[in-house]
Nanobody, 115 residues
Framework: VQLVESGGGLVQPGGSLRLSCAASGFTFSSYVMSWYRQAPGKERELVATITSAGGTTNYADSIKGRFTISRDDAKNTVYLQMNSLKPEDTAVYYC?????????WGQGTQVTVSS
C-alpha cells in the first residue's frame, strides 16, 4: 500500500496550491479519502474528506470556502485545491485512506505560506 503526496511548496499569502495524492496497493474507489494537516507544535487535524464515489465532501470550518477536495478513481488520485492561502495554513499535509478498520497514511508534503 502506498499513498504519495505531491504539490506542496512555498506560496505567498493569497496564493494557491494543488496537492495530489497518488494511491496504490488497495481498491482506491472503495475508500473514504481525507486530507489532514499538522502544524509545528499542534495536533494533526482533519481538513477535508470525500466519500467513496465522491458523493459527499466535508470540510473543516477553518478552510471552508477556500479548499476543495476531489478524487479521480480512474487515476487512483485524490486532490486538494487550496486557494486564498493564509500563513496559518502552513503545515505538513497528509493524505489518508480509510475503510472499515483499515487506515493508510502518506508521508506528507510541506506547505508554507509566507511572504
Amino acid at each position: 500500500v502506498q499513498l504519495v503526496e505531491s504539490g506542496g511548496g512555498l506560496v505567498q499569502p493569497g496564493g494557491s496550491l494543488r496537492l495530489s495524492c497518488a494511491a496504490s496497493g488497495f481498491t482506491f474507489s472503495s475508500y473514504v479519502m481525507s486530507w489532514y494537516r499538522q502544524a509545528p507544535g499542534k495536533e494533526r487535524e482533519l481538513v477535508a474528506t470525500i466519500t467513496s464515489a465522491g458523493g459527499t465532501t466535508n470540510y473543516a470550518d477553518s478552510i471552508k470556502g477556500r479548499f476543495t477536495i476531489s478524487r479521480d478513481d480512474a487515476k487512483n488520485t485524490v486532490y486538494l485545491q487550496m486557494n486564498s492561502l493564509k500563513p496559518e495554513d502552513t503545515a505538513v499535509y497528509y493524505c489518508n485512506a480509510r475503510r472499515l478498520l483499515y487506515h493508510y497514511w502518506g508521508q506528507g508534503t510541506q506547505v508554507t505560506v509566507s511572504s
